[in-house]
């Protein structure tokens, strides 16, 4: 059982920055993909917002491209979101997640506010 706990969420300005840093159970390297996710309020699904795979090839939902950044260290076994320019749309439970073959895991998510 991979565990992820997420880290870095609360409360900023729209035009602020925070980093959200997923810190894994197991070398990161395991996982053919790890990406972050977010739900909004009042959203039932989950959007997809970065994902970095074991090969490193990097994609962004486009509201976030060029904001934010994916990155990975695999000597701390942690994935971490950058996320600068903060608009209120950004407000979320932010989740991390990694999959392979297999099951895949998720975190228990970390709260995003972005005031206006």
């Known amino acids: 059982q991979v565990q992820l706990v997420e880290s870095g969420g609360g409360l900023v300005q729209a035009g602020g920055s925070l980093r959200l840093s997923c810190a894994a159970s197991?070398?990161?390297?395991?996982?053919?993909?790890m990406d972050w996710y977010r739900q909004a309020p009042g959203k039932q699904q989950r959007e997809l917002v970065a994902?970095?795979?074991?090969?490193?090839?990097?994609n962004y939902a486009d509201g976030v491209k060029r904001r934010f950044s994916i990155s990975r260290d695999s000597a701390k076994m942690t994935l971490d979101l950058q996320m600068n320019s903060l608009k209120p749309e950004d407000t979320a439970v932010y989740y991390c997640?990694?999959?392979?073959?297999?099951?895949?895991?998720w975190g228990q998510g970390t709260q995003v506010t972005v005031s206006s």
């Open positions: 997640h990694v999959g392979r073959s297999g099951p895949d895991y």
């Open positions: 197991e070398r990161i390297f395991s996982f053919n993909t």
């Open positions: 994902r970095i795979t074991s090969g490193g090839s990097i």
